[in-house]
Each structure stands twice: as structure tokens, then as C-alpha cells.
């Protein structure tokens, strides 16, 4: 897995496009969800995209994207926490543990960034182990969201 971190302004339209579309494959396709994904916040300044990618897919004239997560300077998603948000891997590649791979680039680089902050997660209820594995507790009570259950997540920074 090959590793890309950028704001907004650096990705080229290549990278937005699949990106995008990785996105609303899993988020408003395969989860049956309509929603909103375009929010505003892939566009701020203290956003990052962090982008894996794998091999060639055939005929594609470069590396499939296959791991994606935005990252959250302090206070832009929740107040006083850092965040990482839009989680996920490409379904082909599921069954190879990516998501925990994705999930330790993701904490490495917000930890890297802004050091002193907590990172917050707004989880999917059903994935609330998965984040556990990952040192995230549940710091409240479930809630809907676009109509699916979620739970608030936060990861305390290392000591």
C-alpha cells in the first residue's frame, strides 16, 4: 500500500474524481444511503485526505485507490477534538485487514499533526469494535445519523 496525504488545493482531479466516487460507491450505494457527502469540509484548510493505494486495476492507467479517510485539524468537525472522518476501503480489498492498516496511518498522521488533541469519531454503531481495536472508547450515547445508528467515539493522544 503506497500512502498519499493532501489538502484539497493539492489533489489533482484525478485523485478528487476517484475519491469522490469511492465515496459515494460505499456511503450512498452500497449502504443504501442518500446523503449529502458533499458537506464543505473537504475544502478546508486544515483538511487532509489520506489516500492508499494499491495495484493497478485492469486497463487503469494508474495504482487503484483503495483506502481513504479525511483528517480533522482541532475544533473543524467537533469542538476542542481533532477527527478523522469518511473511513473506508474499497470492498474488493476487505477481507485483507486495509481498515486497520488505513485506521493506524490515519491516527499516526493526526497524532503527528496536532499532538496534544483527542481525536473524536462519529462511528457506525456496528462498528464500534473495530474502532476499539484502535484504542477509540464510546464517550456517549447512540444517535441516528443520514438513518443509520451511530456511536461518539474519542482516542486520547499517547503519553
Known amino acids: 500500500m503506497h500512502w498519499r496525504i493532501k489538502c484539497f488545493k493539492q489533489l489533482t482531479t484525478d485523485e478528487l474524481y476517484q475519491l469522490l466516487k469511492l465515496r459515494s460507491d460505499i456511503f450512498v450505494v452500497e449502504q443504501e444511503c442518500a ?6 469540509l473537504d475544502r478546508h484548510v486544515e483538511c487532509h485526505h489520506l489516500m492508499g ?3 493497478f486495476m485492469h486497463g487503469a492507467a494508474e495504482p487503484a485507490l483503495i483506502a481513504y479517510a479525511r483528517l480533522f485539524a482541532p475544533s473543524v468537525a467537533y469542538a476542542g477534538y481533532s477527527s478523522i472522518g469518511r473511513v473506508l476501503v474499497n470492498p474488493q480489498y476487505r477481507v485483507k485487514g486495509l481498515g486497520h492498516e488505513l485506521m493506524q496511518c490515519a ?5 503527528e499533526r496536532w499532538p496534544n488533541s483527542s481525536i473524536k469519531i462519529g462511528a457506525q454503531a456496528h462498528l464500534d469494535k473495530f474502532y476499539g481495536r484502535h484504542g477509540f472508547e464510546i464517550v456517549g450515547e447512540r444517535y441516528l445519523e443520514d438513518g443509520i445508528p451511530h456511536v461518539p467515539m474519542v482516542l486520547q493522544p499517547p503519553r
Open 35 to 40: 446523503y449529502g457527502d458533499l458537506d464543505g
Open 107 to 111: 491516527i499516526k498522521n493526526v497524532f
Open 53 to 55: 493505494y494499491g495495484e
